[in-house]
């Protein structure tokens, strides 16, 4: 493929894990790439941590479908306007679900690629796949699911975990257990919130709640530590209710803590998925539909649903007595995220 330019948008901090593989192969190659941020989560604590080169553009505006409209006319306007400053035009537009440049490259009239795993997020679906010209998703997604999307004749699929291939390259570093001051003799457990402002998530999760009080009540009783990762300023405000856990304020090497823990338990995707691959037991409290990943890894045995927080005490009580990590761990799968460049490519190779 000769040089090209390529423009990636990162909106939440899950997607700077999933591009910097990408980013860096296109780099190797010699291609010119330039990474937009929008200021939500850790999206851009993760760029800095990752040492990748961007400009921030934009905040997150809410949780109000209202909000998120007006944001994406905002942000759009200024991706625009950031695009067309530039001495020399796009050749491709990619992201992970950012509605905020899909809508933009139309606009530009620049080819586009998205990216997503979780098929029932349909308002940014209907967005997405109707201007993208390539979709790319896990092979566990039903393709069908996504024809009421546009998505019909523009879906390009790969196999396993989009998790499989970003953490191809990465082996666990146990220094984040001394930065979080946890002693290898406790095991610990690691805890991520729900996604409280996404569209699919709209609700409290009342498990998720009764699982934190849970595990606060066993940091005194058991050898456990509990890791709290929090989306949002606002979920760690919440979460100083709970003394006994773990909150970081920053943004941490949250896989070697997922290689490093006993058990995970996330009301999201990524972390469990992330856990999946290391090989790490996981229990999703996701309360909303379940993607056809999900479905694939509970069918196979690798993901568990909690429906009672009471499941959480025989878990607990079957941990060994030190912090030894319980059991053998699968071995891990390591992909070559090469794939998901050359589909993430594929429109300006067509």
Known sequence: MPTVRVWIDLTNSPHVLVMRPVIEALNADGHEVAVTARDFAQTLQLLDRFAIPHVAIGRHRGERLSAKATGLVSRTSALLRWARRRDAPFDLATGHGSNDITVAAALLRVPCSTMFDYEFAAVQHQINCRLAKTVVVPAAIPPERLFGYGARGKIAA????????????????????????????????????????????????????????????????????????????????????????????????????????????????????????????????FQGRLGGVDEALIADGRLRAMTDARDLDGLLAALPPSGALPGVRPPRIRRDPRVLVDLLTSPIKS
Not at 211 to 223: D, G, H, K, M
Not at 269 to 277: K, L
């Open 158 to 285: 790969y196999e396993g975990l989009k998790e499989e291939y970003y953490l191809a390259d990465f082996d666990p570093d146990p220094e984040v257990l001394f930065e979080l001051g946890i002693s290898p003799d406790t095991h610990v457990v690691v805890v991520r919130t729900p996604p409280e402002l996404a569209l699919y998530h709209r609700f409290t999760n009342d498990l998720f709640g009764e699982v934190l009080t849970r595990l606060n009540a066993a940091t005194q009783e058991r050898s456990v530590s509990v890791v709290v990762l929090a989306r949002t300023p606002a979920q760690r405000e919440r979460l100083s209710g709970f003394p006994d856990l773990i909150v970081p304020e920053r943004a941490i090497d949250a896989q070697s803590l997922v290689a490093y823990a006993s058990l995970v338990i996330s009301a999201g995707g990524t972390m469990n998925r992330e856990a999946v691959a290391l090989g790490t037991p996981v229990m999703t409290t």
